[in-house]
């Protein structure tokens, strides 16, 4: 037996007008999902436990089967581990996003206009990253390059409890009422407005600016945590298993559930990212040895937080064609019987461009038996079924039949 999560994050969304008063996921043309679905348990599952924030860390923790409640520190310091930053306990960890702010003089008064500096390249951001360390990094302060616009400051003998929020809940807002509070607050702010000044003039940040590329303008930090643990994956459920994400979060919590991270080229975190290639990747894992393949996309979160409708569609498009269809028909090819379990990890409406909490709808679906599902897999077919999973890490149990 073969066991599969599909996760479209920020996936689930509200009806909107311009779609004829649907979401996303009804919409979209999925033959593939919808053909499960008929055969699937379909309900509706809550995530993100009560008195979290709804984000990408404590969302997919559960859906990985995790009690966030017994495990989770912050979102940093699981994107640290996949960086390969070797944390202290005394240690605290936090997002360093390359943003793009509006021009005011004075900083206070600019509006959030990118968190993402327009998708800015890996290669590119790193270039940045180098040219800030040689300014921030000492004794206690040390910052690490990462993904696109996603990097990791660390503070030995740090503390927590600052406020501080994260860019995409702020697009084309003023961030003036969202600047760093708390202990190591003023911190924090002058090292932003620092990187203002420095990355002004970058020459990185010409050539976008001429290319027609938004410019990567200063840092944002967010997401502080202290150095995280889990219970390995293999010894908590009995399945070896692997992970493939494009994204250091994701990475990092397989990393530290002990399981193969397995890299995919090709694979960005975003609309274009190469769909069949973590499908192919993930069969060839399972057919190989792997009991379990945890299979994260990005695509629709990161079109929930731009505001872009059409691509949204097109990554569910693309999940369904290019994923479920491979794995599906793969599988079956090998006379492999397999579990699938299909969901986002929040929603990420096109309306607020930000994390909810509101329960997702899920699919579960076993090559060996079929039971009564909906005729499609969306919002509310979900809701109709009056199946409800109160708490998101029983999942994994469901899946794996635990």
Request: charged share 25%; proline share 5%; with cysteine.
């Amino acid at each position: 037996m073969k066991y599969i999560v599909v996760l479209g994050d920020g996936m689930a969304d509200y009806p909107i007008q311009t779609l004829g008063g649907k979401t996303p996921l009804q919409y979209a043309k999925k033959p593939n999902i919808d053909a499960l679905a008929k055969q699937s348990e379909i309900g509706l599952c809550r995530t993100v436990p009560e008195g979290f924030k709804p984000g990408s860390d404590v969302a997919n923790l559960s859906v990985m089967g995790y009690n966030p409640k017994d495990c989770y520190t912050g979102r940093s310091p699981l994107e640290a581990v996949s960086i390969g930053i070797d944390l202290a306990a005394t240690d605290v960890t936090l997002r360093c996003n390359l943003v793009t702010l509006t021009d005011e003089e004075a900083y206070e008064d600019r509006r959030m206009l990118d968190y993402s500096a327009g998708e800015i390249s890996t290669q590119e951001a790193r270039e940045l990253i180098t040219y800030l360390k040689k300014h921030f990094d000492s004794e206690r302060f040390t910052l690490y390059s990462g993904v696109s616009y996603r990097h990791c400051l660390v503070v030995k003998n740090g503390v927590t409890g600052n406020d501080l929020t994260p860019p995409h809940d702020i697009t084309d807002k003023p961030i003036r009422d969202h600047l760093p509070k708390g202990p190591l607050g003023e911190k924090y702010l002058d090292m932003m407005k620092r990187s203002a000044e420095l990355l002004r003039s970058h020459p990185i940040n010409k050539a976008r600016i001429a290319a027609g590329k938004r410019p990567a303008n200063s840092v944002w930090f967010w997401g502080e945590g202290t150095k995280p643990s889990l219970e390995n994956f293999q010894t908590k459920f009995g399945k070896k298993g692997g992970v493939i994400s494009a994204v250091d979060l994701v990475k990092g919590i397989g990393i530290l559930a002990g399981m193969k991270i397995i890299d995919v080229p090709g694979a960005t975190g975003n609309y274009d990212t190469n769909f069949a290639g973590k499908a192919q990747c993930a069969l060839d894992e399972l057919l190989g040895g792997l009991d379990f393949v945890y299979i994260h996309m990005e695509a629709p979160d990161e079109c929930g937080h731009q505001g872009d409708i059409a691509h949204k569609v097109y990554s569910i498009e693309q999940i369904d064609e290019k994923v479920v269809k491979r794995l599906a028909e793969g599988l079956k090819a090998a006379n492999e019987d397999f579990r699938i379990l299909l969901c986002p990890d929040h929603p990420t409406p096109i309306a607020v461009r930000t994390h909810v909490s509101d329960p997702v709808p899920y699919l579960l679906y076993d090559s060996r038996k079929a039971v009564g599902g909906s005729d499609s897999y969306d919002e509310e077919s979900a809701k109709n079924t009056g199946v409800f999973v109160e708490n998101g890490w029983q999942l994994m149990k469901k899946l794996l039949e635990c």
